[in-house]
């Protein structure tokens, strides 16, 4: 669809609405008042448009909102505390990717007890995350990345009704502190997003990598102060499929439990790792994007790396890994970005030419400079 201009107050006269689905389209203004005799609306979604003004206190009028949509708009002012007020019957909330500000102030959150999904990333809130949130007794996604959030995330308490539902956190931004052991108790967890943020590590006892996350299948801790090593448990979340922790201070060896098959995305790079890539990483049969710059590794590539057949994306850059420069990963066929550069590679380039591929149609990215390759440039390249 492709309408525009103000939405008409004239709406309301259907009032035997059950589903308004009005997103994708180019409204802009605000929502009218006639709106709220929409009363047997079970459906509402607004999102993709370009309404603006505060969100109306009409809304709590249309108690039989199960389904409420109005992302990616330009709604300001604070979110109403008493949306829960009336609005007990509802299921998910999407009201991010807005100019929505001030503290988020969910005081009677425990009458949404039906509430599954609430998403208020990409806004302005600022203050802490409100401890209401722990009164959600079917939370299964729960959004609250890139707004200016502080503080640390001891509460909302990650109960007994998180650990049974809960499968998506999205927290990124500018928390602190430690994050708080009740997460490992998450055993539904598939997504658990913190990057960008200034927390500390976690208690490696309990916490993260813990029998109970073994659903995990996506990981982002990158860009904050996290240190100490990478958990050898990481090989309990046999389902991960994204695994970042770039960007950090963890330290130590990529442990040899790293080789579990499902990862298809592996982000190591900039921290302070040290030691050898193991051979035990030649078990990551699906993986597609390795990330391992900017570190300390040394030694040289394993030769199983051939066997890595899906790599897409490969960047060891600005580490100390040595010569030789060889067949190790010659025949990654559908490899379209190698970086080796800044690294203590030696030798004559020509043994670079020999390399299968170099020739393959698919690479469009080879970045060696800074090393210690000697010879010309074999005439194929």
């Not at 990345?145 to 956190?169: D, M």
């Not at 990124?172 to 598939?190: D, M, S």
Request: glycine content about 8%.
């Amino acid at each position: 669809m492709g309408f525009e201009g103000t939405i008409p107050s004239q709406l309301g006269n259907l009032s035997f609405l059950v589903s308004l689905d009005m997103s994708n389209n180019s409204f802009h203004g605000y929502l009218p008042t006639g709106m709220s005799h929409l009363r047997l609306l079970s459906f509402m979604a607004l999102s993709n448009n370009n309404l603006a003004e505060e969100i109306p206190s009409w809304l709590g009028a249309l108690d039989r909102l199960q389904y409420l949509s109005m992302r990616n708009n330009s709604f300001l002012g604070d979110l109403p505390a008493n949306i829960c007020n009336n609005l007990s019957n509802l299921k998910e909330v999407d009201m991010s990717s807005n100019q929505l500000s001030g503290e988020i102030l969910l005081s009677d959150l425990s009458n949404c007890s039906r509430l599954e999904s609430l998403s208020l990333s990409y806004n302005q809130f600022s203050g802490s995350i409100p401890k209401e949130l722990g009164r959600l007794k079917m939370p299964e996604v729960l959004h609250l990345a890139v707004n200016i959030l502080e503080g640390n995330i001891s509460c909302p308490k990650f109960g007994v009704t998180f650990e049974v539902y809960l499968n998506e956190i999205d927290f990124l931004h500018e928390l602190i502190g430690l994050i708080p052991n009740e997460i490992g108790n998450l055993f539904k967890l598939e997504s658990l997003d913190l990057g960008y943020n200034r927390f500390k590590w976690f208690n490696p006892t309990n916490l993260l990598f813990s029998v109970h996350v073994l659903l995990t299948i996506y990981i982002y801790l990158g860009r904050n102060n996290f240190s100490g090593v990478i958990l050898a448990s990481i090989s309990n979340c046999s389902k991960l499929t994204e695994i970042y922790l770039g960007v950090n201070k963890f330290n130590g060896q990529i442990p040899n439990s790293i080789g579990i098959e499902t990862p298809r995305n592996l982000d190591l790079c900039d921290n302070c790792l040290t030691g050898s890539i193991p051979n035990t990483m030649c078990g990551l049969q699906s993986l597609e994007y390795l990330y391992l710059s900017q570190n300390q590794i040394s030694g040289r590539i394993p030769g199983c790396f051939n066997n890595l057949k899906d790599l897409l994306e490969v960047n060891m850059s600005s580490n100390f890994l040595r010569r030789p420069l060889a067949l190790e990963i010659g025949e990654l066929e559908n490899l379209t970005k190698l970086d080796l550069s800044n690294d203590q590679f030696s030798g004559k380039f020509g043994i670079v030419g020999s390399i299968r591929f170099v020739y393959s149609s698919s690479l469009d990215h080879l970045f060696l400079a800074n090393n210690s390759l000697q010879g010309s440039i074999p005439d194929k390249l």
